[in-house]
Nanobody, 125 residues
Framework: QLPLVESGGGLVQPGGSLRLSCAAS????????IGWFRQAPGKEREGVSC????????NYADSVKGRFTISRDNAKNTVYLQMNSLKPEDTAVYYC??????????????????WGQGTQVTVSS
């Protein structure tokens, strides 16, 4: 099990912003594609955004395009998810996940095999 740790979640008002971080310790993320996923109560886990190992390729769920930005800083061994213009429907537990590959796998939960413990994001007034 790879030690992935998410941080940056919290409570924010609609229209606000948060930046999530996914950090790794004890190994390098350089060789891994990273995905951000979320799961709301009573719903299936869904892919939010994924990024290839060196950041050349990204993809986004339609529901977050234009609002969320995924990026990575391999020197800091960290992947980020900048979330702007947050909506109540963005409320969920957000997970980062890794898959060792030089290409960008589909942004689906079954394509990634190492997972963090999740961080709660709540968008509410």
């Amino acid at each position: 099990q790879l030690p992935l740790v998410e941080s940056g979640g919290g409570l924010v008002q609609p229209g606000g912003s948060l930046r999530l971080s996914c950090a790794a310790s004890g190994f390098t993320l350089d060789d891994y594609a990273i995905g951000w996923f979320r799961q709301a109560p009573g719903k299936e886990r869904e892919g939010v955004s994924c990024i290839s190992s060196f950041g050349r390729r990204t993809n986004y769920a339609d529901s977050v395009k234009g609002r969320f930005t995924i990026s990575r800083d391999n020197a800091k061994n960290t992947v980020y998810l900048q979330m702007n213009s947050l909506k109540p429907e963005d409320t969920a537990v957000y997970y980062c996940a890794a898959y060792r590959a030089a290409y960008l796998p589909p942004c689906t939960s079954t394509a990634y095999n190492y997972w963090g413990q999740g961080t709660q994001v709540t968008v509410s007034s």
